[in-house]
């Protein structure tokens, strides 16, 4: 299987997201030259999100977001790790020849943060505190960060978020989350 590198600029990705400013992406060609995933990096994919992780973005297999996240690419014959935010790439905080290596590298570093997943965004009080109470009875840890102002002051919105796994706990309990007011939508 030969690798071959295709540039992004403007195409979807898999949650339809335009990947502005990435240089290239890693694509696996096989004998009938379709692109397939390289399986490496999508188990690593697949690992992560089962493990509740959500700030991370692999080139060639994607992300949940493609902005504001943590990239794993290859560019030039080098593995690197990097910050991505708005768009453009930090410096690297990582770089190998080895893909092995980098692959380790980066499932540490991703594992290593707190990953916080939206569950309630709404104006009601009233529906903030029945979720909040719901989840918490289910012996979830939550954190609740609002937005004093969100459109005007004194406008405010209450967001309730799990961290990491407890999000497939909350799901199981009631798989229509994240419940989002419809004007906030």
Not at 9 to 30: D, F, H, Y
Not at 152 to 171: C, M, T
Request: glycine share 6%.
């Amino acid at each position: 299987m030969t690798c071959l590198l295709l540039a992004a600029c403007g195409q979807r990705s898999l949650l339809g997201q335009t990947e502005r400013q990435l240089a290239s992406k890693e694509v696996a060609v096989t004998g009938n030259d379709e692109p397939t995933m390289d399986a490496e990096l999508k188990e690593l994919y697949d690992f992560l999100l089962a493990e509740g992780c959500k700030r991370f973005y692999i080139e060639g297999v994607g992300g949940l977001q493609s902005d504001d996240v943590e990239v794993l690419s290859f560019t030039n014959g080098v593995w690197e790790v990097c910050y991505m935010e708005r768009g453009l790439k930090q410096p690297p905080l990582f770089s190998s020849a080895d893909k092995a290596e980098a692959i380790a590298y980066y499932k540490q570093h991703i594992l290593s943060m707190t990953h916080i997943h939206l569950v309630v965004m709404t104006r009601s009080l009233e529906v903030f505190n029945r979720y909040s109470s719901k989840i918490k009875n289910l012996n979830i840890a939550t954190y609740q960060n609002d937005i004093p102002n969100y459109s005007n002051a004194n406008d405010v919105v209450y967001r309730l978020f799990v961290y990491g796994k407890d999000i497939f706990k909350v799901k199981e309990w009631d798989e229509t989350l994240p419940f989002v007011d419809e004007e906030l939508k």
